[in-house]
């Protein structure tokens, strides 16, 4: 197969495979996606959802998180991991929303970039999951796979996301990013698969006989 043939073989047997795609992290509006994605850096969607509760409660909107003192919020999140580092975000971010965006999530990847603790991965994913924005958020699973499927050389992130963008339909990207990190974490996993065990590796590459050396993200 091509490159372009490979991306359309995969295009079509993720869509059969998760004909749904949910968005893993629990939340409610376009702020609480944000502070969602932000703490899921370097923690599991799974921890993360286990978390956001009890700071939900307390706080789900600029107003509320803003008159939180960052210590209560460092407190809940703890779990998380980089926990100083994230409450101090949150609270700040949040009142720079009350400040500048009219206590709202700016629906502008620029304006979202510039917000504490966001960086282009976590406006991708707001972007995407709340307005509905066209974005390809490359997580670690999908810079994995990518490699694996032989869609881009995996010298860098961004160069993952461009890549994937060429390759697929603009239109297919909000759901095929997640149906990509489903599949990751379901079948292609780091240690589970290494370009020659999952169905998708086989099936893309039937002659692979060599493990699969990938470049982190």
Known sequence: MTRSER?????????????????P???S???????????????TDVRVNQVTPALFELADTPHAMAELPVEVIQ????PCGLSPRKAAAISQLSKILLADHGGEVPPDFEALEKLPGVGHKTASVVMAQAFGVPAFPVDTHIHRLAQRWKLTDGKSVEQTERDLKKLFPRDHWNALHLRII?????????????????????ELFPLRKRPVITRKS
């Open 25 to 27: 992290l629990d939340h």
């Open 75 to 78: 407190g809940i999140i703890r």
């Open 29 to 43: 509006d376009p702020f609480t996606l944000l502070v969602a994605v932000l703490l899921s850096a370097q923690c």
């Open 182 to 202: 489903f599949y990751g974490r379901e079948h292609c996993t780091a240690r589970g698969c290494n370009g020659t065990t999952c169905p998708l590796c086989q």
């Open 7 to 23: 991306a359309a073989h995969i295009d079509q047997r993720l869509a059969e495979l998760y004909p749904e795609t949910p968005i």
